[in-house]
């Protein structure tokens, strides 16, 4: 112990040794080896070199092979092509779009120009639209009821009568 007081005390440190009096690397009932410690001193080190290199990259994988198609799924798929082309070329649904069957596309183009005839005949046809506005209808209004009046001196007269001057 030293006479300066700004020098602090040195500091014991604590004692590894548990209360049981056995050291930490006895305490499985297995005696302390030198060389196992060691090697697993430098096993851990190993791991932490390699946790803090970064990950090589990586090569692209290789595409995976399209399947063979064969001639016969081409051509059903090509005729299901065909098929919703036409389809929506007529403005059939999906449901309607089934009824055209197979062929060749000069067929099935045949069968969807009778069925859009048959079926637009069959269906009510709406009203034409016109052009132009119809004087008597205004948003929010009935187009049974008679128009508001518009003509500006009455109007001015209704405000008028309608003021407490």
């Known amino acids: 112990m030293s006479d300066d007081p700004t020098t602090p005390e040195p ?5 590894p040794v548990p209360a049981t009096g056995t050291p930490p690397w006895e ?10 410690a060691w090697s697993l001193i430098e096993g851990l080190r190993a791991d932490l070199a390699k946790a803090k290199t970064p990950p090589a990259p990586a090569a692209p994988a290789p595409a995976p092979a399209a399947a063979p198609i064969g001639s016969a799924e081409v051509a059903e798929l090509r005729a299901e092509l065909a098929r919703e082309r036409v389809a929506r070329r007529y403005q059939l649904d999906d449901d309607l779009a089934a009824l055209l069957g197979s062929g060749s596309a000069d067929e ?13 005949a069959a269906a009510p046809s709406a009203p034409p639209v016109a052009r132009r506005p119809v004087e008597q209808v205004r948003a929010g209004s009935d187009p049974t009821s008679p128009p508001d009046e518009t003509d500006p001196a009455k109007l001015a007269a209704m405000v008028q009568a309608r003021m407490p001057f």
Do not use: M, N, V
């Open 11 to 15: 500091t014991t440190p604590a004692d």
């Open 108 to 120: 099935i183009e045949a069968r969807a120009k009778l069925l859009s005839e048959r079926l637009g």
């Open 27 to 36: 305490r499985d009932g297995t005696t302390f080896d030198p060389a196992r």
